[in-house]
């Protein structure tokens, strides 16, 4: 079992839609979950963090987690074309004292004008 | 912009050769990750630096080595390359003891011939 699983899509929606991205990982020790925003040839751009049960909201995105399914999910209202990209989820493991992100393979996304 | 500058942005090596690749990280942070991440696939954790010493290794030969410098800046270094590791080199810079959240620079897209 990977310890990151997400779509790897193409996933496309039409502008303005709501765009649904979701992840499961295994650690079930894990704390902190992270999603960044990677466009294409560039590094990955942190866009939210969560580390309770529930919903955490930022503008147009919200993340959700669900530590007893261990799945969290991104949501993007009013999709916009600067939103393509790929979206990765990570979750930080801590161990030993070294703190590492552990990553998805991503979700590529397209929105559509 | 996150504060954390790379260099160089490209760099292209033949194989056997040696590379070192440059961080600086974001003003006020301590640790130093460094993450591979190969084309279609998310970064892979090579190694953290913290205190001026190695603090965590993900699964890489020993031919990944770093440093980290009393300004918190750090060098990862790359003997005997191989084709497989033509990659975006990532690193990350975060705050000890914190809830893992990390922020990228712009990345090193090695090639290797």
């Known amino acids: 079992q990977k310890e990151v699983e997400q779509n790897s899509g193409p996933l496309s929606v039409p502008e303005g839609a709501i765009a649904s991205l979701n992840c499961t990982y295994s650690d079930r020790g894990s704390q902190s979950f992270f999603w960044y925003r990677q466009y294409s040839g560039k590094s990955p751009e942190l866009i939210m963090s969560i580390y309770s049960n529930g919903d955490k909201e930022d503008g147009r995105f919200t993340a959700q987690l669900n530590k007893a399914s261990q799945y969290v999910s991104l949501l993007i209202r009013d999709s916009q074309p600067s939103d393509s990209a790929t979206y990765l989820c990570a979750f930080h493991r801590g161990q030993g004292g070294s703190e590492k992100l552990v990553f998805g393979k991503g979700t590529k996304l397209t929105v559509n004008p | 912009e996150t504060g954390v500058t790379q260099s160089p942005t490209h760099l292209i090596k033949t194989r056997g050769q040696q590379v070192t690749l440059r961080c600086s990280s974001q003003?006020?942070?301590?640790?130093v990750s460094w993450y591979q991440q190969a084309l279609g696939q998310g970064p892979q954790f090579i190694f953290q630096y913290y205190r001026e010493e190695e603090n965590g290794r993900g699964n890489f030969p020993p031919r990944f080595s770093g440093l980290q410098f009393p300004n918190y800046s750090s060098e990862l270094n790359v003997n005997a390359l191989e084709l497989d590791d033509s990659a975006l080199y990532l690193c990350?810079?975060?705050?000890?003891?914190?809830?893992?959240?990390?922020?990228f620079g712009p990345g090193t897209r090695l090639t290797v011939l």
């Open positions: 003003s006020g942070h301590n640790t």
């Open positions: 990350a810079s975060s705050l000890a003891g914190g809830v893992g959240t990390q922020y």
